[in-house]
């Protein structure tokens, strides 16, 4: 590029979502270590680009938006020539945009009443975009320093979000300590949701994902007998489930911008 000659905008909003993305969120720097959280205007940034994202701007066609089967943008030969499939054998479909070490961009696309059970996003910053319908998020934070419950192997959070969105809504941000970092889908409505992960799960170094039971908090007492503050309906008790947790999810057909990397 010659000097003095301004960068050419981007293509796309994935485009710039991806640059913004890539000036953003570093590499990790050692294997097992997660990136400190960015600077809260650098999170604004994204956020705002996030809010104007639209479904077209990713591909996926607004006359599908309601179908509540979730499969009217995954262009599938069997499903085109099938009957309408029962809800509780329909798929969660991940539509993959892009992938690096230090962030991804993904969809995740749910018919009615599909749940995303609730999980832990280990030293992650997670941003995401709820693009059409309805869902209902439930999260939580640790409560610090750990309260450990008395008779079961469950740690004690404090609710963060319990309650329905509908597009178009904010951009939500979660952070590794805060912001609702354990959290829970559930679809009221056939939904898609953008999820930008910095950095992105990894077995390798040791972001593996967690799932869990949450229980009252009455229902469990804590380990020496703790007091809390505030009303006992904003605390539960998270015990993580350690068999393997089946959710029936697939891969699907990205059909919009790519990123040019």
Not at 81 to 107: K, N
Not at 120 to 129: A, E, I
Request: charged share 15%; with cysteine; net charge negative.
């Amino acid at each position: 590029m010659a000097w003095g000659v301004p960068p050419r905008p981007p293509s796309s909003k994935v485009q710039a979502l991806y640059e913004l993305c890539k000036r953003t969120f570093p590499s990790p720097s050692a294997a097992g270590t997660s990136p400190s959280p960015p600077p809260a205007d650098a999170v604004r940034s994204i956020s705002s680009l996030m809010d104007t994202i639209t479904p077209a701007d990713v591909g996926l066609r607004d006359d599908n938006a309601e179908d509540d089967r979730g499969h009217g943008f995954f262009e599938s030969n069997f499903l085109k020539g099938s009957a309408r499939v029962a809800r509780w054998a329909q798929p969660i479909t991940y539509l993959h945009i892009y992938e690096c070490d230090a962030f991804s961009i993904g969809i995740f696309c749910l018919p009615t009443s599909a749940v995303i059970p609730l999980h832990d996003h280990p030293g992650m910053t997670v941003l995401s975009k709820l693009l059409y319908g309805s869902m209902h998020v439930k999260s939580y934070d640790w409560i610090e320093p750990t309260v450990l419950a008395s008779i079961q192997p469950a740690r004690l959070a404090k609710l963060h979000t319990d309650d329905v969105r509908t597009a178009p809504c904010p951009t939500s941000v979660l952070y590794p300590q805060s912001g609702g970092n354990m959290h829970c889908f559930t679809s009221v409505s056939s939904c898609a949701v953008l999820d930008v992960l910095a950095p992105p799960y990894s077995e390798d170094v040791g972001r593996i994902c967690t799932y869990f039971h949450d229980y009252p908090f009455s229902s469990l007492s804590a380990a020496g007998q703790t007091k809390i503050a505030g009303n006992p309906d904003s605390y539960a008790w998270l015990e993580a489930i350690n068999t393997p947790v089946n959710i029936y999810m697939r891969p699907g057909m990205y059909t919009g911008p790519k990123v040019q990397t």
